[in-house]
């Protein structure tokens, strides 16, 4: 099974064009978006393009790809973001995928090393945010 992972987006229009344009290219069976989409965030710098409704837009281009989307929520994904993204938003997923356990996560509530609590031995572990 063929993944692509993306994360921390913050809202660019460019990175979204990017990450279609390797969709396209790549055609994953799986795209799984690890958090911080649509905005930017109260500590981050405007990203170059910055345009939340034309994001929100083109973000339905998404949902065109011949693959599932898997997408989990970051610390910057605020209620009102994730109601216009036209996929759903989850708090963290797992995926299994060629035999292996996958937790995707954002990251922000997790430790940042191994050991993770909770965590089935052998998981793969996708986080975003860092």
């Known amino acids: 099974m063929r ?23 790549l055609r994953p069976d799986l795209l799984v978006l690890l958090g911080d989409l649509v905005y930017h965030g109260p500590r981050n710098p405007l990203p170059q393009g910055y345009n939340t409704p034309t994001v929100l837009k083109e973000m339905a281009d998404l949902n065109a790809l011949p693959c599932p989307i898997t ?24 995926i299994d995928a060629d035999g292996l356990r996958i937790f995707a996560s954002h990251g922000h509530h997790l430790p940042e090393r191994p050991p993770l609590p909770g965590m089935p031995q052998g998981a793969v572990i996708l986080r975003g945010h860092t």
């Open 71 to 94: 997408a989990v929520r970051g610390n910057c994904d605020a209620e009102v973001d994730l109601t216009l993204l036209p996929f759903p938003v989850a708090e963290n997923a797992w």
């Open 3 to 25: 993944l692509l992972m993306a994360s921390d987006l913050h809202g660019s229009l460019e990175s979204l064009r990017f990450l279609l344009t390797r969709a396209h290219a």
